[in-house]
């Protein structure tokens, strides 16, 4: 569904590009004994979560998988505060044969204890790739695993926890496609689907050429996004309150006349301001959680494509005065990269087993 105005760019909704991965998810789906059992928890009264969480109740009825909400702390009871007893919820839910994702609906106690609740659940039944072993592979662009090494105890290099090139996006035999922070995939697939990825590139580099800048760093959306698409060979800027980082995979200085680049992106601080990575940049995403914060039309490159991730609006009004394409939100897209992580994972679990038998 796309819109647009006599002088203005496209409004982009994330409906036409939720649907192709929707009729994905489907057939996959119907090839299964029996549907993935995804548990929700909900352990604060935010209400953010719980409308998150109905959110991802009514997706999964109307595909037809199985959702469990288990609520702990002010969620409730108003009695309790917030996250008591989450961490147990999420150990027991770890433990549960019947279960094959686990989804944490966050924040809850702020930055650092959240990072570390992340890392509690299983790598096996994470849905939203936030753990670090998901991280590790994501920042060191390994692409394809074994299976196996989600139940290793650490990750000692890229060698031992997959391959960081193909010819293509299907894995080699004996292995299987890593799990993607589900937001950061959601916003690299809105992307392709507007064309900022060339098909004819080859896999693996099909964002050359292009220059994107991220406003907002965190773990969850910002950093991941903008490794993805340096490692997919663009030039990001990463932009944050505090600085701003240039994410690139190539050299500074071309060291000979063929195109070559490092097999993952390298981080280097930027001297550049904001107004000027926006005036050099084709595509904007700002994912920034503050109801006043907003991009400046004035400030975009002509032609860019903006993507808003916030729950309030990063950009003016006027965006589609200098925009080609605007995408307000990727929250439909989310959920089906997030089913599509819940169905691999629940394929994933069953590998080891095959093997040993």
């Not at 469990?68 to 996250?83: F, Q």
């Not at 650092?112 to 849905?127: A, G, I, T």
């Not at 990001?236 to 995979?249: A, G, H, L, M, R």
Request: proline share 6%; charged share 20%.
């Amino acid at each position: 569904m796309a819109s647009t105005g006599h002088g203005k760019g496209i409004l982009m909704k994330a409906d036409p590009i939720a649907a192709s991965f929707r009729d994905e998810v489907t057939k996959t789906l119907s090839q299964r004994d029996r549907p993935p059992k995804l548990v929700g928890i909900l352990a604060t009264s935010s209400e953010p979560s719980r409308l998150y969480s109905e959110f991802t109740k009514k997706q999964c009825e109307a595909l037809g998988f199985e959702y469990v909400v288990r609520k702990t702390g002010s969620a409730s009871s108003p009695d309790l505060a917030d996250g008591d007893g989450v961490e147990e919820a999420i150990v027991e839910a770890n433990e549960d044969d019947s279960v094959d994702g686990i989804l944490v609906y966050f924040p809850i106690f702020g930055p650092q204890q959240d990072h570390y609740l992340q890392q509690v659940v299983s790598p096996l039944k994470d849905v939203e790739g936030l753990h670090f072993k998901f991280h590790y592979n994501l920042y060191h662009n390994v692409r394809f695993i074994r299976p196996q090494s989600l139940t290793a105890a650490v990750t000692t290099s890229a060698n031992d926890a997959g391959l960081t090139v193909a010819e293509n996006d299907e894995p080699p035999a004996g292995m299987v496609k890593s799990i993607i922070p589900c937001t950061p995939l959601a916003i690299v697939k809105s992307l392709e689907y507007v064309g900022v990825y060339n098909k004819i590139l080859p896999y693996g580099d099909r964002a050359y050429g292009k220059t994107v800048c991220v406003i907002n760093r965190s773990e969850v959306v910002g950093r991941p996004l903008a490794a993805l698409l340096a490692n997919d060979g663009a030039r990001v800027f990463s932009v944050d309150i505090e600085s701003i980082q240039e994410y690139n995979k190539r050299p500074t200085v071309d060291s000979s006349s063929e195109r070559q680049y490092h097999p993952r992106h390298v981080v280097r601080p930027s001297n550049l301001s904001l107004q000027e990575c926006l005036a050099l940049s084709d595509v904007v995403v700002s994912a920034v959680p503050n109801v006043n914060y907003k991009v400046q039309t004035a400030w975009l490159k002509d032609g860019c494509v903006c993507v808003n991730v916030a729950a309030e609006k990063n950009f003016e009004g006027t965006v589609r005065e200098k925009a080609s394409i605007y995408i307000p939100a990727v929250g439909k897209v989310t959920i089906l990269m997030l089913l599509r992580n819940l169905l691999r994972l629940q394929h994933y679990k069953t590998i080891p087993q095959e093997a040993s038998s």
